[in-house]
């Protein structure tokens, strides 16, 4: 692949708050761009994206999906789509991190009715945090209560966004027919009978509506050298200078293009692609990734002739087998090849490499730098882990993921249930690292950790559906943690036996410190290698497995070790002896510090009709949550607060019983907070 292909590549994710209409948006590009011939809905449950049995039936994205198509604006070549669909609820806030990780830009989309929500806010936060380009859709148009204008103010006030309207809607609600294009200096129209009309400005029209194209010229001169030239000299700014300076600026995170359009209706699709294709980064934009390799950190520009390097960011398990997805950033994978992994010594063979289509694939005989491929058949793939040449291995960052929240008692109802139980949690815990499965210390029970009470219902769900076990489900468990209440210098972890043949000795001194934040960390201040640097990382590994479980039971945060002296003994010294150390060392320190306890504490926002806004704050205030704003959003309420989430167990079905069914909320992990004493 050379580089003028690469160049017309363009690799996006579609991310929002629920209800947003990715999906729709997704299913509208796919069939514009021609990739289907058929327009699957949510509500029918055959939308394309929403494959599995469990999103269909439900009406919601769980897993975020990958499709190509292709896309040729005006008249410019075909450019190669690599669409992901990512789930909108926060209980899958890991499908959203992982893609946004390997993606190059994104497409947000806005409900034109319901601004810009809770989940939106989030998603926001991690393409920033990735920075990854950004463009904004904002979707449903053609429903009462739809302002363009005010999701524009919202950008700017929750997002501190800084949005360019690139054109103006035309109508509003039932009679959104129109957007005026102010880069081309154009009106598209959608009659009633269909289609669509593309006309230049008329001279009414451009008296209308050039002050708007000057102001958005102005808005992006601010941002991008060439064009604040030309502008200043008063040149004339045509639609391609425009467009190409609209493209610096966004790739450069200055600004946000926002477009407008009513997806379940048809209208706006084309306008989106064309503005992905001419302002969204090919992999060319993409600043180098950064791999580190056994003598320093490299930089790996998209060359396909370059070392391989590729992250393998989601796995899933279908008809075909295991498929894992892996995104290449240098070099070329090829069926047969032995490949390097970050978590197997042994390595891997590609015996099967794929280019998927929803729950379709395609079998290709190789990738290349910029591309998003899966392979077939890796039964222990590891999410995050980094495939590079065997001759050249290489470490990319991995993904991060949350710490689950909320764990359920899982019992398989008859004993011939229980492997199958085991593998499919096992399945599971491989294809979300934010769902986790561990056994009760104390009681032998299986307990599935997730992020919510949804997560963990399409769990359950799928082990009864997909694995065909009978499981019930007991009391919930939440995710609680321990905080150190003060510093202790100077505490001693000593091992001692030396009582004839191979002893053990350590000794170590350690500091500990609370720290503001939830973090552990653990610092070497041994001065003059009285503790060898091997004995060191044993240390480490002692304290931080002691601070895996505190003295109440829960993992410890905020805490910072430091290893500040030691002794050794030239025969009886070991790694065990000085991990030992470690953990007695901190075992002791916790016991004199004391800890506080902390639980989970979750942002809520409630939507409620008016005048159910009483019980909706006294129900909160009952579950020791706290109110802090009520704003009226089109004659709603809009009530936000936060609540512990040991508090919050069917607060969803005790909500809808105080307002009759018409109040909706949702809820994301807040921090950690002190438990409160009732």
């Not at 075909?78 to 669909?85: G, R």
């Not at 008329?202 to 010229?217: H, I």
């Not at 002893?503 to 060898?532: C, K, S, T, Y």
């Not at 020791?624 to 069917?650: C, K, S």
């Amino acid at each position: 692949m050379n580089t003028q292909t690469l160049s017309r590549r363009r690799n996006l994710g579609i991310i929002a708050h629920i209800d947003a209409g990715k999906t729709t948006l997704t299913e509208r590009l796919l069939w514009r761009t021609g990739e289907i011939h058929r327009v699957g809905e949510v509500h029918d449950g055959n939308a394309t994206t929403d494959f599995s049995a469990i999103e269909r039936e439900r009406g919601i994205t769980i897993g975020a999906a990958a499709v190509h198509a292709q896309w040729a604006p005006r008249d410019l070549p075909p450019h190669a789509l690599t669409l992901i669909d990512t789930p909108g609820h926060i209980d899958f806030a890991i499908e959203v991190e992982r893609s946004l990780r390997v993606l190059d830009g994104a497409v947000a989309v806005f409900s034109a009715v319901d601004g810009v929500q809770p989940q939106s806010e989030t998603v926001w936060r991690q393409a920033r945090r990735h920075g990854v380009p950004l463009l904004a859709f904002v979707n449903k148009m053609d429903r009462i209560g739809a302002s363009f204008e005010r999701v524009l103010a919202q950008l700017q006030d929750k997002l501190q966004a800084r949005p360019w309207a690139l054109g103006w809607p035309l109508g509003s609600e039932a009679g959104f027919h129109g957007w005026v294009d102010l880069v081309g200096q154009q009106t598209v129209r959608w009659p009633e009978t269909g289609g669509s009309h593309v006309a230049p400005w008329t001279e009414d029209e451009r008296a209308q509506w050039q002050p708007q194209r000057e102001a958005l010229v102005e808005a992006v001169a601010e941002h991008d050298d060439a064009l604040a030239e030309l502008w200043l000299a008063g040149a004339v700014i045509d639609a391609d200078t425009l467009r190409a300076a609209v493209r610096r600026a966004t790739l450069a995170g200055a600004g946000v293009p926002v477009l407008a359009g009513a997806a379940f209706k048809d209208k706006g699709i084309e306008t989106l692609l064309d503005a992905v294709v001419d302002y969204l980064p090919s992999p060319l934009d993409r600043p180098a990734v950064v791999a580190e390799a056994a003598d320093g950190q490299v930089q790996l520009p998209p060359d396909p002739d370059g070392p391989l390097a590729g992250l393998l960011f989601k796995i899933t398990h279908q008809q075909h087998g295991a498929l894992s997805f892996v995104r290449l950033y240098s070099g070329t994978l090829k069926v047969g090849d032995s490949v390097a992994s970050s978590q197997h010594a042994q390595g891997r063979r590609v015996s099967r490499l794929v280019r998927v289509q929803a729950d379709q694939t395609q079998d290709i005989t190789q990738a290349v730098a910029g591309d998003i491929v899966a392979v077939i058949g890796w039964k222990d793939a590891v999410s995050g882990e980094t495939l590079s040449g065997r001759g050249h291995p290489l470490q990319l960052e991995s993904i991060q993921s949350q710490a689950p929240v909320l764990a359920w008692r899982l019992t398989a109802g008859r004993a011939n249930d229980l492997l199958r139980m085991s593998q499919g949690l096992a399945s599971l815990a491989q294809e979300d690292p934010s769902f986790r499965v561990e056994t009760d210390k104390d009681s032998g029970e299986t307990l599935a950790w997730g992020m919510g009470e949804l997560h963990l219902e399409v769990m359950v769900e799928r082990l009864r559906t997909e694995w065909k076990v009978d499981v019930s489900v007991g009391a919930p468990r939440v995710a609680y943690q321990e905080t150190p209440l003060r510093a202790v210098p100077g505490v001693v972890g000593r091992v001692v036996k030396q009582t004839g043949g191979q002893g053990q000795f350590a000794h170590v001194v350690l500091d500990m410190v609370p720290r503001e934040d939830d973090q552990v960390v653990f610092n070497d201040r041994i001065v003059g290698g009285v503790v060898p640097r091997g004995f060191i990382a044993a240390v480490e590994k002692g304290v931080r497995a002691a601070l895996s479980d505190g003295p109440q039971g829960y993992p410890v945060v905020g805490v910072e070790v430091s290893l500040v002296d030691g002794q050794t003994h030239a025969k009886d010294s070991s790694d065990l002896a000085f991990h030992r150390a470690g953990v007695e060392a901190v075992r002791s320190a916790l016991e004199q510090a004391g800890t506080q306890l902390l639980e989970p504490v979750m942002a809520l926002t409630v939507h409620a009709p008016s005048a159910a806004v009483g019980d909706v704050v006294g129900d909160i205030n009952r579950r020791h949550g706290r109110i802090t704003a009520i704003d009226d959003v089109d004659g709603r309420a809009e009530v936000n607060g936060f609540a512990p989430l040991a508090q919050l167990r069917g607060y969803t079905t005790a909500l809808r019983s105080l307002s009759q069914g018409r109040a909706s909320s949702e809820a994301r992990l807040s921090g950690y907070e002190p438990v409160r004493v009732a």
